[in-house]
C-alpha cells in the first residue's frame, strides 16, 4: 500500500496527487524530503515561542496547542479571533518563518495549481491522542484569494473536508506524514477540520502530530 511507505523516503517517485475537490488537492509524500529541517526549524520557534493552547471567546480552551511564526500569528481570545502582529505570551514578535518554511509552501502551492503564493504566516499546531479539531472556516485573512497550504508532520490524522455551508456533506480523508493538502479558489471558504486523532506512534515525533499552516493573511 502508498499508505506504507517509509517515513524517511526521499524519492520523488513517491509522491503523487490525489483530488479532494474543485479547488483543493492533496500531495501525498510532498514534504517528506523536508521533514527533517522542518523539525529542527519548529524546535528553535519553540524555543521563542513555546505551544499554548488558546481560549476561544466563549471562553473554552482549545484542545490543540499552537504556535506561529512569521509576519503574524493567529491568537484567539475573549476579545475574538485575529491576527497579530506580537506572541500575546511573550509580548515579542513572532519568530521569522524560516525560508525553508516560505519556500516549501510556494512550491507546494505552485503543485497544486496556485502560482504566485506568498505566505506571510505559517500556524503550527501540536495534536495529541484524544486531540480534534472542529470543523471550521478559515476566514480570518483579508485575502481569500491566496490558497491554504497544510503540512502533516508525525502520527496519522483524519482530515475532514466539506463544502461552503457547516451542513454540507463532509469527506474523511487519511492524512500521513509528509502529506500536504492545498485549497483555495471555490474551496477557499469550504469548511475543514480534524477528527479525533487516534493513539499511534511515529519514528521521529512519538505520539503526536504537527501540522504547518501556511496563510497570506493579507
Not at 77 to 96: C, I
Not at 107 to 126: H, T
Not at 148 to 169: H, K, Q
Not at 197 to 218: D, I, S, W, Y
Request: net charge neutral.
Amino acid at each position: 500500500s502508498r499508505m506504507n511507505l517509509s517515513l524517511f523516503d526521499n524519492d520523488s517517485s513517491s509522491e503523487w496527487s490525489e483530488v479532494l475537490s474543485q479547488g483543493a488537492t492533496i500531495l501525498r509524500g510532498f514534504a517528506n524530503r523536508y521533514a527533517h529541517a522542518l523539525l529542527d526549524e519548529i524546535a528553535q520557534i519553540e524555543r521563542a515561542a513555546p505551544f499554548r493552547k488558546l481560549t476561544t471567546p466563549g471562553g473554552y480552551q482549545m484542545s490543540v496547542a499552537m504556535t506561529c511564526c512569521g509576519n503574524l500569528g493567529w491568537v484567539s481570545d475573549q476579545y475574538g479571533y485575529r491576527y497579530s502582529e506580537y506572541d500575546p505570551v511573550s509580548g515579542r514578535l513572532w519568530p521569522l518563518m524560516p525560508g525553508i518554511f516560505k519556500n516549501m509552501a510556494i512550491e507546494a502551492a505552485a503543485k497544486a495549481g496556485y502560482a504566485d503564493f506568498l505566505p506571510d504566516s505559517c500556524l503550527i499546531n501540536r495534536y495529541l491522542p484524544g486531540n480534534k479539531l472542529s470543523l471550521h472556516q478559515d476566514k480570518d485573512e483579508l485575502d481569500y484569494s491566496a490558497p491554504i497550504v497544510s503540512v502533516s508532520l508525525g502520527i496519522p490524522a483524519v482530515f475532514l473536508f466539506g463544502g461552503s455551508r457547516r451542513n454540507d456533506p463532509v469527506q474523511r480523508t487519511l492524512l500521513m506524514h509528509g502529506d500536504v493538502v492545498v485549497w483555495g479558489g471555490q474551496a477557499r471558504l469550504h469548511y475543514h477540520g480534524v477528527a479525533t486523532v487516534k493513539h499511534n506512534e511515529h519514528a521521529l515525533l512519538g505520539n503526536q502530530r504537527l501540522n504547518l499552516t501556511f496563510r497570506k493573511t493579507r
